[in-house]
């Protein structure tokens, strides 16, 4: 019963492809976020929904696009994959008026 | 935009020892947030600071919302091997949202048996 789960775990692919991340939350919680963790661990938030609403967006190319089709979930779809997005996404969820962010397990995208 | 700086960056204790990371930012914050990052797992929160000067406990672990609301510590006592792991801060304004943190570079520990 893992509150916010990601699939896949690990990720490798070509450049140029186009791949999907899937996120799932069971807290019921009303906002999700998706998070990039490069190389160096920094940890930065690429976007935020709040109730299916985009909230949050952060500079990020627009070859990345999330879509919420309810708010238990939030997925990320990358186009034109690039050797640059090399890296650990996280999707974490919480509640509005909460100030605790709980995380998913993180994919592990590799570009070749 | 603002930025949170954590150090050290790294350290190598002996286990049973006492550990002591800060976080100072160039601006102020509401909240601060203190999470660990396993190997291979997704951050998860230690301890949560809501108003200048608190100090609150968590087991082992100690952290402090600093009076100027530009910094934090935390502190862990007698460390253990379990212990290993990044070390994050994280700040928040108020009226955001939880996950839209600002997030400190990391502190890594090493815990040698």
């Known amino acids: 019963d893992t509150a916010v789960s990601q699939t896949p775990k690990y990720l490798v692919t070509q450049m140029g492809n186009d791949k999907s991340i899937k996120c799932e939350q069971n807290?019921?919680?009303?906002?999700m976020y998706w998070y990039k963790q490069d190389s160096k661990k920094f940890l930065k938030i690429m976007f935020s929904y709040n109730n299916k609403e985009l909230i949050i967006n952060e500079t990020v190319p627009n070859r990345f696009s999330p879509k919420s089709p309810d708010k238990a979930h939030l997925n990320l779809h990358i186009n034109s994959l690039e050797l640059g997005d090399s890296a650990v996404y996280f999707c974490a969820s919480s509640q509005q008026s909460n100030t605790e962010a709980f995380f998913g397990q993180g994919t592990r995208l590799t570009v070749v | 935009g603002q930025q949170l700086n954590q150090s050290p960056q790294s350290m190598f204790i002996q286990e049973g020892e006492d550990v002591s990371m800060n976080c100072t930012s160039s601006s102020i914050f509401n909240t601060w947030l203190w999470y660990k990052q396993d190997p291979g797992e997704g951050p998860v929160l230690l301890i949560a600071?809501?108003?200048?000067?608190e100090l609150t406990s968590n087991g082992r672990l100690t952290a402090q919302f600093g009076i100027t609301r530009k910094d934090s510590f935390l502190n862990i006592s007698a460390s253990i091997p379990s212990d290993v792991g990044i070390y994050f801060c994280?700040?928040?304004?108020?009226?955001?949202?939880?996950?839209?943190?600002?997030f400190g570079d990391g502190t890594t520990l090493t815990v040698k048996p």
């Open positions: 807290l019921g919680h009303d906002t």
């Open positions: 600071l809501y108003k200048a000067g």
């Open positions: 994280a700040g928040q304004l108020r009226g955001t949202n939880a996950g839209k943190s600002t």
